[in-house]
């Protein structure tokens, strides 16, 4: 009875961190990388080919479990105009756990605005469109969309490190061209309160200041 209990709060304390898993499997003669990002309440599942780079999809959403599997009412998904899933259901048995590095910026983030000459620009966050960046452990991915009508206007993730104001992504898909994998960013950062300030130049060399607002729990 002790090992139960002692198993069960080992899983309990691991989704609440959050956790990276990897799968690949074969499409049309090619193999295709599945990445998945969670915490205790959030899951994101996206595909992409290595070799050559290629984006295939992306979903996510709020989940629960039920029995070996976990079931997500749909947030987004980029594959929606073909076959119309804003419910997802998966199996974790496949699924092989990424090395865990918890970063200080390890969380739900949505855009919150920009920081102009002017000052700050902020924007409505409880609004349906929306651009979710979701760190966990070493790993991230932003997602822009519309939760009215499923719409979806790009994805992009890799790995990322931060660290002494330092915040580093290296590309490894990104919906909007292929052509950017392999590409590292570096920003500065500030974290104040909820706020997370984040400052350099896009992929397309784009000086650019954002502000993100981390997402509270549902």
């Given amino acids: 009875m002790k090992k139960l209990v002692l198993a069960l709060l080992i899983l309990a304390t691991a989704f609440a961190q959050g956790q990276v898993y990897q799968f690949t499997s074969g499409e049309e003669n090619m193999e295709v990388q599945h990445r998945i990002l969670m915490d205790s309440e959030y899951i994101i599942e996206t595909t992409y080919q290595i070799d050559p780079p290629k984006f295939i999809l992306t979903r996510g959403g709020y989940y629960k479990k039920e029995g070996n599997q976990l079931v997500a009412d749909l947030e987004f998904n980029s594959n929606f105009e073909k076959d119309s899933l804003d419910v997802f259901k998966w199996d974790k048995r496949e699924w092989e756990q990424q090395t865990n590095h918890e970063q200080v910026l390890d969380g739900k983030w949505l855009m919150g605005g920009r920081v102009k000459p002017e000052g ?16 966990v452990d070493g790993y991230f991915q932003w997602t ?45 950062f500030n974290r104040n309160g909820n706020d997370w300030y984040h400052k350099g130049k896009s992929s397309k060399g784009q000086p650019m200041h954002e502000i993100w607002t981390q997402r509270s729990a549902k």
């Fill in 144 to 188: 822009a969309y519309n939760t009215e009508g499923f719409k979806f206007f790009g994805s992009g993730g890799g790995a990322f490190t931060s660290k002494e104001g330092t915040y580093t992504e290296h590309i490894e898909y990104f919906s909007r061209d292929n052509n950017k994998v392999g590409m590292s960013l570096s920003f500065e």
């Fill in 120 to 135: 700050e620009q902020r924007r409505d966050i409880t609004r349906s469109r929306k651009t979710l960046k979701f760190l």
